[in-house]
């Protein structure tokens, strides 16, 4: 069956360090991935979009990277900031079923 | 301001009732997505609107139901409602022309239901 993993433990990081946040998918064959910050209790907010022949993306600080033979996206903040400190999703669009599917998030904690 | 509205931000009601959740999307969207995000569950996608049809559908319970009017907002109706079914419900829009998800969502603030 189709499935989307992401660290289900919290990331706990030093201020001014990268963090680096892993997405698995096993039985997708994606067009192209997301990312996005979910804050507690608000809505999803889009961070960004990588497709399936683009390797490495790149936002301000962000950076994203989609290896299909993989299967995994890794997505990086340099820099980090305790403003930073969220829950992160990454999402796959599967043509073949029309449906964007969410993985479950990985808590991201930023410590001064 | 995702520019996606979405009303009732909380909702507290009892089993067996029903509810009626409303979306408006961003202008210009003709995409409508709905996810139910449960503590244990993460975001679930439930149904895809595209223009007044249905495009998409994933885990949807046959107790809930939506539809999408002319004038592009959607409502998703939930009823015999359950314990299980408390969580924050989203709506999201996107442009996506042709009816497939060409990028980026534009997330509401959710609906927080609570069945009791």
């Known amino acids: 069956s189709q499935k989307i993993e992401q660290n289900s433990e919290a990331l706990n990081i030093q201020e001014g360090k990268t963090a680096t946040l892993t997405c698995n998918y096993t039985?997708?064959?994606?067009?192209?991935l997301q990312w996005y910050r979910q804050d507690p209790g608000r809505g999803p907010v889009f961070l960004l979009l990588?497709?399936?022949?683009?390797k490495e993306k790149r936002k301000e600080r962000l950076k994203v990277t989609f290896d299909t033979t993989l299967k995994q996206s890794l997505f990086h903040i340099t820099a980090s900031q305790p403003a930073d400190s969220a829950t992160y999703l990454c999402?796959?669009?599967?043509?073949?079923?029309?449906?964007?599917?969410f993985g479950a998030g990985t808590r991201l904690a930023v410590h001064p | 301001d995702s520019g996606v509205t979405q009303t009732p931000k909380h909702l507290i009601t009892a089993t067996g009732q029903r509810v009626t959740l409303r979306c408006s999307p961003r202008?210009?969207?003709?995409?409508v997505y709905w996810y139910q995000q449960s503590l244990d569950q993460g975001l679930q996608f439930l149904i895809q609107?595209?223009?007044?049809?249905?495009?998409a559908k994933g885990n949807i319970l046959e107790r809930f139901s939506a539809q999408q009017f002319p004038d592009l907002h959607s409502e998703l109706n939930l009823s015999s409602l359950e314990l299980g079914d408390s969580a924050l419900y989203f709506c999201?829009?996107?442009?996506?022309?042709?009816?497939?998800?060409?990028?980026?969502?534009?997330f509401g603030e959710g609906s927080r239901l609570t069945v009791l």
């Open positions: 999201a829009s996107s442009v996506d022309r042709g009816g497939l998800n060409t990028g980026e969502l534009f």
């Open positions: 039985n997708y064959s994606p067009a192209y």
């Open positions: 990588i497709r399936e022949n683009e």
């Open positions: 999402a796959l669009f599967s043509g073949g079923y029309n449906k964007l599917i």
């Open positions: 202008s210009g969207d003709l995409s």
């Open positions: 609107y595209y223009n007044g049809e249905e495009r």
